[in-house]
């Protein structure tokens, strides 16, 4: 088993266990994770940090506008605290892939990874 695969098979028991999620699109999860490249092997850079100002802006400005093509609102503000709420304040594995993945499905851009 690849590198990926096993990174994969870690982010759907993590959905599926401390996130509680039923259903994972693991289609949509692996697309997301490889547009990640390999910062998705880089211990600091696979994970994201919600109390730090400057990643929420750099994961609002690269991800949610330039990558998802979202406008620059306080929807995306919000999209972010709900995300980093539902990942959870006391985890501290907020993997990018996983928090990449709930962004897109919260704010219904699952089309840009078609």
Request: glycine share 4%; net charge positive.
């Amino acid at each position: 088993m690849s590198k990926f695969d096993e990174a994969i098979e870690l982010y759907t028991a993590e959905m599926k266990g401390k996130l509680k999620m039923s259903r994972v699109d693991v289609d949509l999860l692996t697309k997301v994770a490889k547009g990640l490249g390999p910062s998705l092997y880089r211990k600091d850079a696979a994970k994201v940090a919600c109390s730090n100002k400057d990643e929420m802006d750099r994961v609002k400005k690269n991800f949610l506008i330039k990558k998802l093509g979202c406008a620059d609102t306080a929807k995306l503000d919000d999209a972010l605290k709900d995300v980093c709420t539902q990942m959870g304040s006391s985890n501290r594995n907020k993997y990018r892939a996983i928090f990449y993945y709930l962004l897109v499905k919260k704010m219904k851009k699952s089309k840009v990874y078609a």
